[in-house]
Nanobody
Framework: QVQLVESGGGLVQAGGSLRLSCAASGRTFSTYAMGWFRQAPGKQRELVARIISSGNIYYADSVKGRFTISRDNAKNTVYLQMNSLKPEDTAVYTC????????????WGQGTQVTVSS
């Protein structure tokens, strides 16, 4: 397992941007798939974006064209650039990791709050 620490959440107006970062411990970061999940009050947690490599990326339909996930294996960090934010993007965003090619997310960060005001 890896330990994950998120940063970059906050309050932003609708239409604005935020970048989330997730720093991972360990020397095997490149062997993990990385994902960003979010959970809004009263809703189920959902996978927002997942990256294995630059050529293997998934986005939820609700964020396609607005969010970009990327990773820097040299820095053991994954990013989520969020543009054109909407009030419905308000949630706790959590970074997760799973060893490639397993399908179970085994490591989780503590979460960071993103609030988008209208």
């Amino acid at each position: 397992q890896v330990q994950l620490v998120e940063s970059g959440g906050g309050l932003v107006q609708a239409g604005g941007s935020l970048r989330l970062s997730c720093a991972a411990s360990g020397r095997t970061f490149s062997t993990y798939a990385m994902g960003w999940f979010r959970q809004a009050p009263g809703k189920q947690r959902e996978l927002v974006a997942r990256i294995i490599s630059s050529g293997n990326i998934y986005y939820a339909d609700s964020v396609k064209g607005r969010f970009t996930i990327s990773r820097d294996n040299a820095k053991n960090t994954v990013y989520l650039q969020m543009n054109s934010l909407k009030p419905e993007d308000t949630a706790v965003y959590t970074c997760a990791a799973r060893p490639i090619p397993q399908i179970t997310w085994s490591s989780w960060g503590q979460g960071t709050q993103v609030t988008v005001s209208s």
